[in-house]
Structure formats: C-alpha cells, structure tokens
C-alpha cells in the first residue's frame, strides 16, 4: 500500500540530511543509501500518529541502523588490503560551501567507536542536543556529553589550523600535479608539509602504495619516481571538485584506470594525498560508466 502523501513529503524532505548522516556515519555512499531506504521502509511500516517529531524520529531510527552496520563494516575493515579510505562524494566546483566534514576529518573519525562517532556527528555536525541524542543512541545524556568530549579530543588534530581559501587550494593541488607530471623533486618538495602523508587505496584490485608513505622528501621521490617509469603518462583530468570537503579531480591513468586525487591544505601545504582506485569505491560517480569493472 501506498503511504500518504504527507509521509512521503516528510521523509523526502529529509532524506537529504539522513543520507549525509548515514554516509558521515559509515564512509559508504551505497551503505548510506541502504540505509536510508531500509528507514524508508521502517517508517513506512511506523505507526506515524505517534510520532511527535518525525525529523528526529527518522534521525534515530538512522543513527541506530548505521550502528548496527558499523559492527560488520569494522571487522572487513580488519583484513583490509592496503590503506583503507572512504567512499569518495564529489562536489562541482560551484557547489554550496557548508560546515562539510572533510576527508581528513573522516579518516579521524574511523578511530573511533561507533557511539563516539555517532554521539560526535550528531552534537558537532548537526547540532542535536544531548537529549536527544541520548535517545537516539541508547545512553543518558550526561554519557553522550562524555562520548562527544572525547571524540572531540581525538579529532581536533585533523582539523586544519590555517585553512586555504577555496581558489588557493585548487592551485596548490594544480601545481602538484604539473609537478609530479615532470617529477619535479625540488617543486614537490616546496609544496609538501613537513608532516605530510600520502595514502593510496586500491583495496588490492587496482596497484597502490600498499602503506602510507610519509615525510616530503619520501612522497615527492615515490611522485619522481612513477614520473621516470617507461609508459608513463600523467593522470588525465575528468573532473575537478571537492572530494569531501578537499580540492580534488577525478581522474584516469594512463592505463585507463579510473581514480580520485584530494589534497589535504593547511598553511598553503599540502598536508595529506589521498588517491582512492578500488573500483567498488567508485562505482557511484557519473564517470564509472564504460570503465571495465565499475559500469
């Protein structure tokens, strides 16, 4: 049976909310999609007369499905081929600049617990009180506080410390590429932070740095280095946009393998490379269609 109209206009207004909690929640775009239909079905099946505040209704029956997900996602997690980085959401360059979760920040919040991811995303990002995230989690308020609290200390780090206007973060990562195009050790070098790190994942489908590589001189030689291989071409660009949060481009290789770049920036260096290449992390963006694995 079909719902009435006025369930599916609330769930559809907030859908779009719910599915970037549930994709903050667990880095998958499809199990954030899963997620949000299979909470579509639940309030369809929901005695709705009963619901005083469907939006905060529709965030706990989220926050708990994306909870119980979380369980299995950590233990694949585990046995994990190589540096494991989140499914990447990529913006247009015109897109709305909000209060965004970066990649960086993503990557913080996998060493957390699911309640302190949760308790963290729900106050810090979306602005729900500990009241109400105390029901959407199962604890008391004064336990959320305390989940937020040291969340929070975890992820302040992956915070930037002078963040780069928008337009100044595209040149940066423009003038990387140029630079590893030739191999370019010394204009490498110049724009890498001191503490930089480079992660690739290729999840063991696709050749990838199997670890992270760190410190400017390493990731600008590993840069060099593929620049010098025989057959080498540089990436070409499909797309430029913000890959959660970060100036990026989706890309192809020279070997016609599909990827994403994003550049982490803080003080006009570049703090953090991450390449995404498994196939089944990209299969959501528009230019997987007629890659061999991804259509």
Sequence with gaps: ???????????????????????RMLS?????????????????????????EPAA?????????CLDVLKSARMRRETYIGPWLPEPVVDGPDAEV????????????????P??????????????????????IGRDATACRQLAHRARAHVRAARPRFPVPEEQGRTIAEAFLSASATGDLAALQALLAKDVVFYADGGGKRSSALNPIRGPERVARFFAGLARKPHYGPPTILRAGRIDGLPGFVAVDAKGVLQTMAFAIDGGRITAIYITRNPDKLKHLPEAAGY???A
Excluded: K, N
């Design 1 to 23: 049976m079909r719902p009435p109209d006025g369930d599916i206009d609330v769930f559809t207004s907030s859908r779009p909310r719910l599915v970037r909690l549930a994709y």
């Design 57 to 65: 209704f529709l965030t706990r029956m989220v926050t708990r499905l």
């Design 98 to 113: 909000g209060e965004d979760v970066t990649l960086a920040l993503m990557m913080a919040l996998e060493r957390l617990s």
């Design 292 to 294: 061999e694995g991804l």
């Design 28 to 52: 998958s775009v499809a199990e954030a999609e899963d997620v949000v239909q299979d909470a579509y079905v639940r309030w369809h099946r929901a005695d709705r007369a009963a619901v005083r």
């Design 115 to 136: 309640l302190e991811r949760a308790a963290f995303l729900l106050h810090d990002v979306f602005g729900m009180d500990f009241d109400q995230i105390a029901s959407a």
